[in-house]
């Protein structure tokens, strides 16, 4: 061990070892991901500093052990995500084709979509497609009825539906609706 103080040894390690943990990653995930799983693994090292061995070697094990876990992990993520997708399309009167996602350019695109959505719809939409909630289970974590959540899940997916495709007429609170 180094009489170096603990930030500069991580500094080291870091410079030393994010090309091959890149590497690493790129070849277990998309590209998108691997910046995440780089900058995820090198967080949960810094923050178990103490645990990490002092011997170069088993100082690389380490690290890439840590990376491997933190790949288990982006691929769980991910095999969420695509359940969550596949619930969404599936579910009757979407009108939206499974593959509508590629209509979507980016998350600020989507971002906005829903943003323009009225306050409860959107907390029942994210809360049902993101969470992965029931929707009774919807119901009670925005302290309204299931029929509610039922009939917001509705309107939100009509406003969706022009706003996916390019016809932006549908605003923010065009309609009267209970909430």
Same mark, same amino acid.
């Given at each position: +061990? ?7 040894? #991580? =500094?080291?390690?870091?410079?030393? +070892?994010?090309?091959?943990? @890149?590497? #690493?990653? @790129? ?12 900058? !995820?693994? #090198?967080?949960?090292?810094?923050? *178990? ?7 170069? !070697? ?9 990376? *491997? #876990? ?22 009757? /009167? $979407? /009108? ?18 829903? *943003?323009?959505?009225?306050?409860? =719809? ?9 969470? /992965? ?7 009670? @974590? ?14 939100? @997916? ?11 007429? $549908?605003?923010? /609170?065009?309609? !009267?609706?209970?909430?």
């Amino acid at each position: +061990m180094t009489d170096e103080p603990p930030a500069r040894q #991580f =500094e080291l390690l870091f410079r030393t +070892m994010a090309p091959q943990i @890149r590497a #690493f990653a @790129r070849r277990h995930v998309d590209a998108a991901a691997v910046d995440d799983v780089v900058a !995820d693994t #090198f967080l949960v090292v810094w923050r *178990r500093w103490d645990a990490v061995p002092p011997e170069p !070697d088993a100082r690389r094990a380490w690290v890439y052990t840590v990376a *491997r #876990f933190t790949l288990g992990r982006e691929h769980e993520r991910a095999r969420r995500s695509r359940e969550r997708a596949d619930r969404w399309a599936a579910q009757p /009167g $979407t /009108g939206i084709a499974p593959d509508a996602s590629a209509t979507v350019d980016s998350t600020d695109a989507v971002v906005e979509v829903l *943003r323009r959505l009225p306050d409860a =719809e959107r907390a029942a939409l994210t809360c049902v497609v993101l969470d /992965g909630l029931s929707v009774e289970q919807t119901a009670e @974590r925005l302290a309204c009825s299931v029929s509610a959540v039922t009939s917001r899940l509705s309107r939100a @997916r009509a406003r969706l539906q022009p706003l996916l495709s390019g016809d932006a007429t $549908t605003t923010r /609170g065009e309609t !009267d609706d209970v909430r």
